[in-house]
């Protein structure tokens, strides 16, 4: 998400109804000023969901919203300026899994110019942050596994080539 422009985009959070390909699309959320919205993950009973778009301090930030498009909060992760979470995820004892770039670091490769998010995991009021994944290169895309542990992407491409570099990785949350 870091390397994406945070606005200039025409689109929306939808609810497709009834859900068969006749079904109505019906909005439920559109942002304001073009801004990115996307990295969707409903709760496991469907009743909220959350999403990453541009926050308060113009950095990526993870919101929740009800299903039925109430109650639409940013939530109160690691708020400084130079630093974007997104993708986040709902865990079962309500703890929440987010990608951060807290560690400050850059692919090496990319001219520095790619920042690294790492995964984090905090409770659902935003207390008890605590970084998850320590290596060089990006971590995204968690999702519940039916075992409880979390699949993951890293981008891991030392010694193998750059073509082939995303990788499947669980962890337990």
Same mark, same amino acid.
């Given at each position: 998400?870091?390397?994406?422009?945070?606005?200039?985009?025409?689109?929306?959070?939808?609810?497709?109804?009834?859900?068969?390909?006749?079904?109505?699309?019906?909005?439920?959320?559109?942002?304001?000023?073009?801004?990115?919205?996307?990295?969707?993950?409903?709760?496991?009973?469907?009743?909220?969901?959350?999403?990453?778009?541009?926050?308060?301090?113009?950095?990526?930030?993870?919101?929740? &919203?009800? =299903? +039925? /498009?109430?109650?639409? #909060?940013? $939530?109160?992760?690691?708020?400084?300026?130079?630093?974007?979470?997104?993708?986040?995820?709902?865990?079962?004892?309500?703890?929440?899994?987010?990608?951060?770039?807290?560690?400050?670091?850059?692919?090496?490769?990319?001219?520095?110019?790619?920042?690294?998010?790492?995964?984090?995991? &905090?409770? =659902? +009021? /935003?207390?008890?942050? #605590?970084? $998850?994944?320590?290596?060089?290169?990006?971590?995204?895309?968690?999702?519940?596994?039916?075992?409880?542990?979390?699949?993951?992407?890293?981008?891991?491409?030392?010694?193998?080539?750059?073509?082939?570099?995303?990788?499947?990785?669980?962890?337990?949350?």
């Amino acid at each position: 998400n870091s390397s994406l422009p945070r606005t200039g985009y025409d689109h929306q959070i939808a609810v497709l109804s009834p859900i068969r390909p006749a079904g109505e699309l019906c909005p439920l959320f559109q942002p304001e000023g073009g801004r990115f919205v996307g990295d969707v993950d409903l709760d496991f009973d469907a009743s909220r969901m959350l999403f990453s778009m541009p926050g308060s301090n113009g950095c990526w930030q993870v919101f929740e &919203m009800g =299903a +039925d /498009g109430r109650n639409l #909060r940013q $939530l109160p992760l690691i708020n400084e300026p130079d630093v974007d979470n997104y993708d986040a995820c709902y865990l079962p004892d309500g703890r929440i899994v987010f990608g951060s770039t807290t560690c400050f670091q850059s692919v090496p490769c990319e001219r520095r110019l790619d920042e690294v998010s790492t995964l984090h995991v &905090m409770n =659902a +009021d /935003g207390s008890e942050v #605590r970084r $998850l994944c320590f290596d060089q290169d990006h971590n995204f895309y968690p999702t519940m596994m039916s075992d409880g542990r979390i699949l993951y992407t890293r981008w891991e491409y030392t010694d193998i080539a750059h073509a082939f570099s995303a990788r499947l990785f669980t962890m337990n949350p």
